[in-house]
Each structure stands twice: as C-alpha cells, then as structure tokens.
C-alpha cells in the first residue's frame, strides 16, 4: 500500500529556531509536494519537487526552503521560525505533478 | 474573489439523502478539477477527477463539470454517516501547472 510518512504529528518550536520537517515516500513517485493548510485558507502550495535536486516554488514560499537529496526523501526547512508559520504542514506524492495523490497523515506545527 | 470557492458548510442532510456540493473558480482556461474528501485529524484523499464538461459517476459519487458556468459539483447518493468528512474541491489552471484547493466544504450526514 501507498505510503508517506511525515517524521512528526506534532511539533512544538521556538520564534527563530530553524525548523527541519521531514518527508518519506515509499511509492518511487517523481513528485513530491509540501503544503500548508489553515481554517478557511485550505490548502496552499509552499515548495514541490518534480525530481532528485530540483524544486519548484508554490504558492507561498517565503520563510521556507526545501531539500531533495534522495528520491524518496522531501524535507521542508523553516530557516528562523516565525508565529505566522503556526499551521498544519502536509506532504504528498504524486506520479503526476497535479495534482498530489497521496498525503501524509501532516505536522502540526506550533511557533511560540 | 477567491480563485476556487466553496460553501464552508456545515451541509447537512439526512441519511439516504443525495448531497450536493458546490465549487466555482476563475480561471477560464482551468483544465482538470479534483475532489478530495478529508476526516477530521486526517489528511486528504483524492476521490474524483473529471477534465471534461458532464457528468462522471464512480459509485456513489458524481462529479459534474460545467466549464461555461464556471462550475463543478460533487453529488453524494444515498449519503451515509461515514461520508461526514469536509471536501475538498481543487482546480488545476491554464497550463496545468499550479493546483488551487478550496477552503472545503463540511458536510454531515444525519443518522
């Protein structure tokens, strides 16, 4: 069965810590996507990556930064968190880049 | 105006009952529309895509699209308490290469 596995449920940071979110994909999939989702916002595109070493950037993505060093492995970096950056963070996979298939169960994320 | 916008519900209709949920875009030149259904504390899951104007059944589920009216919905048959979850309607634009998600769109089915 399909399978992406985000390292963290939830995740409690301070203001101006650098924040790694990590992502595992077990489907060989090319793409791979990372989201956030806030009430009444739904589902905004931060950064996806279309192969090893490449990135794109979505909707939104200021504050963050991206690393695909392994096929299965997307990771999101939030360089000096911020409160702003309080949300639910969602990684996906998809054999086609649009639009994400398959999630991962997401981090919530708390700046204080 | 929003570039895909849902009703945020709640909806709410009986158990057996049809639901019908509603999504509008912007973008004129939009090329592929997708329903996803999200439980609450769960991650969404693709349930319908459709690309072309009509109707495209899967079970229970019927999207419809209607590309002059700027319009696509999703109908739930003989909707059953399981199918409470908040859906998730997204708009692929003019190009095909940037996916917009609506805010969603609860829905509760009554036993």
């Known amino acids: 069965d399909v399978k992406v596995t985000q390292s963290s449920r939830y995740l409690v940071k301070r203001t101006g810590e650098k924040v790694f979110l990590e992502c595992v994909q077990d489907?060989?999939?090319?793409?791979m996507f990372w989201y956030r989702q806030d009430p009444g916002l739904g589902l905004r595109l931060i950064y996806f990556?279309?192969?090893?070493?490449?990135?794109e950037k979505g909707d939104i993505p200021e504050g963050y930064s991206v690393s695909r060093e392994k096929k299965e492995r997307f990771s999101l970096i939030l360089e000096s968190a911020s409160t702003n950056q309080t949300s639910m963070y969602l990684c996906?996979?998809?054999?086609?880049?649009?639009?994400?298939?398959?999630f991962g169960d997401g981090t919530r994320l708390s700046i204080l | 105006q929003k570039e895909v916008e849902q009703n945020s519900g709640p909806l709410s209709v009986p158990e057996g009952a049809i639901a019908s949920l509603n999504c509008t875009y912007s973008?004129?030149?939009?090329?592929?529309f997708f329903w996803y259904r999200q439980y609450s504390g769960k991650s969404p899951e693709l349930i319908m895509f459709?690309?072309?104007?009509g109707d495209k059944e899967d079970g229970r589920f019927t999207a419809q699209l209607n590309k002059a009216s700027q319009y696509v919905s999703l109908l739930i048959r003989d909707s059953q308490p399981s199918d409470s979850a908040t859906y998730l309607c997204?708009?692929?634009?003019?190009?095909?290469?940037?996916?917009?998600f609506g805010a969603g769109t609860r829905l509760f089915v009554k036993a």
């Open positions: 996906a996979s998809s054999l086609t880049t649009r639009p994400a298939q398959h």
């Open positions: 973008d004129r030149g939009s090329q592929s």
């Open positions: 990556s279309y192969d090893v070493k490449m990135k």
């Open positions: 459709i690309y072309s104007n």
């Open positions: 997204a708009v692929t634009n003019t190009g095909g290469f940037k996916t917009i």
């Open positions: 489907m060989d999939h090319e793409n």
